[in-house]
């Protein structure tokens, strides 16, 4: 169930990859940083922080593990991307999340800030995909859900975003309006980032799968 390294051109993927990682992680903290409303799995590891007094980063890694555990078990190959993607956002966070200050009753600001995270994952998802060194751990779940049960990528994301984001804002989660709009715009992004780093994954699913890894 693990994909082959390409050893050839390793050190030039690692790099690559990490860079995206480093852009996500850059995101993600600008759509926390600016308390509007954040993707959902930010919403479910920033509930998760609080309670549990860990960093946000760290969640990142714990809950990327815990869903990487349910891909197993339905056996869904992965990659070594998909465990650099595990260990190397949650970090990434907490290095943007210790570096830029939280904005409120600046909404001009927040919604700047909401949008660059936006464009900055829509990129990010680009860089990584390109790569094809396997999904991150929520992409391999859902692609686990099609392939066990038959239904949609659609259906099969949609499925978890609306659960996860749910028990976020249940457990006191940052849900907002920029978790609506950020739902509304990711895919843009990626189709976007795709098409200006000219990347063609070698499986189509990815293209609709790619939103919060």
């Known amino acids: 169930m693990f994909k082959p390294i390409r050893w050839k051109t390793f050190p030039k993927d690692f790099i690559r990859i990490q860079i995206g990682f480093f852009l ?48 197993l078990i339905l056996r869904e190959p992965i990659g070594w991307g998909t465990l650099a993607n595990i260990l190397s956002i949650g970090p990434w966070e907490d290095f943007w999340l210790a570096r830029i200050p939280s904005v409120t009753d600046n909404l001009s600001l927040q919604i700047a800030m909401l949008l660059t995270a936006i464009a900055l994952m829509g990129l990010a998802s680009a860089i990584y995909i ?45 849900a907002g309006i920029g978790t609506l709009v950020f739902a509304l715009l990711i895919g ?26």
């Open 24 to 71: 996500f992680g850059l995101a993600i903290t600008l759509m926390i940083r600016g308390n509007i409303g954040t993707s959902a799995w930010a919403v479910l590891d920033v509930a998760l922080s609080k309670i549990t007094g860990l960093s946000v980063g760290t969640l990142t890694v714990l809950v990327g593990f815990a869903v990487l555990s349910g891909a």
């Open 188 to 213: 843009p992004s990626v189709q976007l980032g795709f098409k200006l780093l000219k990347v063609e994954p070698h499986k189509p699913v990815e293209i609709a799968a790619v939103v919060e890894d």
């Open 130 to 174: 390109g790569v094809e060194a396997g999904a991150g751990p929520r992409d391999s779940m859902m692609l686990a859900i099609k392939r066990t049960t038959g239904v949609s990528i659609r259906a099969a994301r949609g499925a978890i975003e609306v659960t996860v984001v749910t028990v976020g804002w249940l457990l006191g989660g940052p």
